[in-house]
């Protein structure tokens, strides 16, 4: 493969084709589905009444203790409702609220 551009995105480029920088959109979906299983498994909770039509098991431990983890994954249950777009600035966002979480 040839690339031509400036030195510094052709070296951006290479690294990020041999796999050594991923992606921002595929680490929001990797922490999503810990935050998703972390849910499901009622480790997380909402700290208000929701219901997840695409997966009731997601919610159906109830509403949890209002606790920084479970804000958060309150928060990211939100943005996955409303279909939040994985570009930069809500990936860094969606890694916060994974962060804030403590699932990693």
Known sequence: MY???EPA???E???LAS???TPLYRRATNEGIQLFLAGSAGLLQTTEDVWFEPCP???AAGRGVVSPENIA???WLTHLQDGVLLD???C???HELWLQSGTG
């Open 57 to 59: 098991g997601l919610t």
């Open 19 to 21: 796999g050594a920088v």
């Open 73 to 75: 994954f309150t928060r």
């Open 13 to 15: 480029i290479k690294r």
């Open 92 to 94: 860094l966002m969606l």
């Open 3 to 5: 690339f031509s551009g």
């Open 9 to 11: 995105q052709i070296a």
């Open 88 to 90: 930069e600035q809500n």
